[in-house]
């Protein structure tokens, strides 16, 4: 990994926890991570319990921690399929826990931390302290809580935020969090306070305004950090989601009510958190009912990230976890978005960990992360045969016909290097790895073909596209004879300048046109000619048999095929 004084998460072991009975994943040099899993496969539970270990290490209280690990008491998470097994006499006594192995700089917070019924290893280490409130989990829930309300009426988002977003917002108490303070509030009745203090009852009265002054204290913290998450939300807005050079139509802005105490009714009032959207100049108080589904999501995602961007804390270990995140939007938003988590300086210092249902979006983020992908670990979370979930690592198809073609199975290895052809095909041409609409290898190679030689006059187009270079200078970049255009006495020496350059850069481009040109149209037309006899011969019976040394030379040419075309988009989409 980059970065040797980071720390990092390197394995994570469940055992009889969550979704998982025996669970061991190892991440080399601390890798990010890119899962993708069918809906119940358990990528929900491998994040819920990632984050009760983080949670771990800010508790003094043991039990709290204990009690994720003890079958029948309130709130634990032991795996029911061994709670089971116990009933039955068939398994010995549950010994549910996660360890997690974190390995970096500094060395002295290095090793393995475990949770269980009988260990609490995470206590009292100010590293993992740090590193829950400086990492974030991002779940599909928060977009569809945030907007979730009945109709016609205001939407209020303190309990998303009080679940989702305070726990990981430091505030001006540098020891709790915001919605540790507000949980520690909430738990207090001043009633009773003066009570227990034998208070007469002219006394209650100053209990009563001691808590509505530690109230409007909470109030006031909580107002500053939703206004800052505010500002941080509309400029993600704007940078990520508005329309380049129009104004955006769209505003959002959110407000706080303070929590309040009514001594009458002994009764606490939880703060308000509203958002107030505009459309131009009309207020929508009610933006559930006016926006479609893809337009609030990008506005929660925008306060989500926003929240994110305004709580960047120091510390060794940063985990940024994502779960079926952006499933309301549509693929060119979600990318758009991917890009953004994959490129912004921001998320640069956390440990990643995306996980998706959506095969086609996970598909997506591993074209946005590229091949050369040693930090990230690419892998399926799947059950087998009704087994607890495994995550498997999941190569390229590239990389997975080798696999097969080391092993000998060399039909299973044709398939795959057809399958990774069509694929840098439909890359290259739709800008889409699976578009969903069928076209054979053929229709691929001839597309392919087409776009090059378009592309190539684009290119040749777009270097003599120069609105200061006139009919009369043109026909010095592009001489129509051999004429010496230094002694050309019609043209200024700006001009003559500008045409030399045109000319140099001209003569470069159409010598690299031909070269890059040659190489690619060389390895498509050699690709045609194997993709009958090597790349195709499972789908046919009674196929004469492969060879290795003709598998090995096919391989070659889809593996340079990739690596030209993705270049090439690559490089156009950077340029873009």
Same mark, same amino acid.
């Not at 207020?283 to 006016?290: G, S």
């Not at 590239?398 to 095909?425: I, N, P, V, Y």
């Not at 070659?556 to 270049?567: A, D, G, P, Q, Y």
């Given at each position: ?9 390197h394995?994570?072991?469940y055992?009889?926890i969550?979704a ?8 080399d ?15 929900t539970?491998f994040?819920r319990?990632?984050r ?49 192995e974190?390995?970096g700089t ?16 995470t ?12 990492s974030?989990?991002? +779940?599909?829930?928060?977009?569809? &809580?945030?907007?979730?309300? /009945?109709p016609e $009426?205001?939407?209020? @988002?303190?309990?998303? =935020?009080?679940a ?27 009633f ?9 009852p002219?006394?209650y ?9 530690d109230?409007r ?14 500002l941080?939300?509309?400029?993600f ?6 329309e380049?050079g129009?104004?955006n ?8 009510q303070?929590?309040?105490y ?16 505009k459309?131009?100049?009309? +207020?929508i108080?009610c933006?559930? &009912?006016?926006l479609?589904? /893809?337009?609030? $999501?990008k506005i929660a @995602?925008?306060?989500r =990230? ?16 994502l ?10 938003n979600?990318?758009?978005?991917i ?5 912004d300086?921001d ?8 996980m ?5 979006f996970y598909?997506?983020?591993?074209r ?9 670990m690419?892998g ?16 390229s198809?590239?990389?997975f016909?080798?696999?097969?073609l ?6 299973e290895a044709?398939?795959q290097?057809?399958?990774s052809?069509e694929e840098?095909?439909?890359l290259?041409?739709?800008?889409y ?5 069928y ?5 691929? @190679?001839?597309?392919?073909r087409g ?10 187009l ?6 200061e ?10 001489p129509k ?12 020496a ?19 046109l ?16 194997v ?12 196929a004469p048999?492969?060879?290795?040394g ?7 040419l ?6 030209t075309l ?11």
């Amino acid at each position: 990994m980059a970065g040797d004084s980071r720390l990092r998460i390197h394995r994570i072991s469940y055992k009889d926890i969550g979704a998982f009975r025996e669970f061991d994943l190892h991440l080399d040099r601390g890798q990010n991570l890119l899962v993708y899993g069918d809906n119940g496969s358990g990528k929900t539970s491998f994040a819920r319990l990632l984050r009760k270990w983080l949670w771990s290490a800010s508790t003094n209280v043991s039990f709290e921690v204990h009690s994720l690990f003890s079958y029948g008491i309130s709130g634990n998470m032991v795996n029911l399929h061994a709670a089971d097994a116990v009933v039955d006499k068939r398994y010995g006594e549950i010994n549910a826990s996660v360890v997690i192995e974190v390995q970096g700089t500094p060395a002295r917070a290095c090793g393995n931390y475990k949770i269980s019924s009988d260990d609490h290893e995470t206590y009292s280490m100010p590293m993992l302290r740090r590193a829950e409130m400086a990492s974030d989990f991002v +779940n599909y829930r928060v977009f569809y &809580e945030m907007f979730r309300g /009945a109709p016609e $009426t205001l939407l209020d @988002l303190w309990p998303v =935020f009080l679940a989702e977003i305070l726990p990981f917002c430091g505030s001006d108490d540098p020891v709790e969090s915001l919605s540790e303070r507000w949980t520690a509030l909430a738990n207090r009745d001043p009633f009773q306070e003066a009570r227990f203090a034998d208070a007469k009852p002219g006394e209650y009265g100053k209990y009563y305004k001691k808590y509505n002054t530690d109230l409007r204290a909470f109030g006031e913290s909580l107002r500053a950090r939703v206004t800052d998450i505010s500002l941080s939300a509309r400029t993600f807005y704007e940078k990520y989601f508005g329309e380049k050079g129009v104004p955006n139509e769209w505003w959002f802005e959110l407000g706080v009510q303070h929590p309040s105490y009514d001594p009458k009714e002994h009764r606490l009032s939880a703060p308000l958190i509203q958002i107030g959207v505009k459309h131009g100049d009309k +207020n929508i108080p009610c933006p559930h &009912e006016v926006l479609n589904e /893809a337009e609030l $999501t990008k506005i929660a @995602l925008s306060i989500r =990230f926003g929240a994110t961007k305004t709580n960047l804390q120091h510390s060794p270990l940063k985990l940024l976890v994502l779960d079926d995140l952006l499933i309301s939007l549509d693929m060119s938003n979600r990318v758009q978005v991917i890009n953004i988590i994959l490129a912004d300086p921001d998320f640069a210092d956390y440990q990643k960990i995306i996980m998706t249902h959506d095969r086609g979006f996970y598909q997506e983020i591993r074209r946005a992360i590229g091949s050369e992908h040693t930090e990230w670990m690419f892998g399926l979370l799947h059950r087998t045969d009704g087994n607890a979930p495994q995550i498997r690592e999941d190569p390229s198809k590239l990389a997975f016909a080798e696999r097969l073609l080391s092993e000998g199975r060399h039909d299973e290895a044709a398939l795959q290097l057809r399958k990774s052809a069509e694929e840098t095909l439909r890359l290259f041409i739709m800008n889409y790895p699976d578009s969903g609409e069928y076209k054979s290898l053929s229709d691929l @190679l001839r597309q392919a073909r087409g776009r090059l030689e378009g592309a190539a006059l684009n290119e040749l187009l777009k270097l003599l596209d120069d609105p200061e270079l006139d009919e009369a200078m043109l026909q010095w970049v592009i001489p129509k004879a051999m004429l010496d255009l230094v002694e050309n006495d019609d043209l200024s020496a700006e001009q003559k300048t500008r045409c030399c350059g045109r000319r140099t850069a001209l003569r470069k481009l159409i010598t690299e046109l031909r070269a890059d040109r040659r190489t690619v149209m060389s390895v498509l037309a050699q690709i045609e000619h194997v993709k009958d006899r090597i790349l195709n011969p499972a789908a046919h019976e009674g196929a004469p048999p492969l060879y290795e040394g003709e598998m090995r030379e096919a391989l070659e040419l889809v593996r340079m095929l990739k690596n030209t075309l993705c270049r090439d988009t690559k490089e156009k989409e950077a340029a873009t």
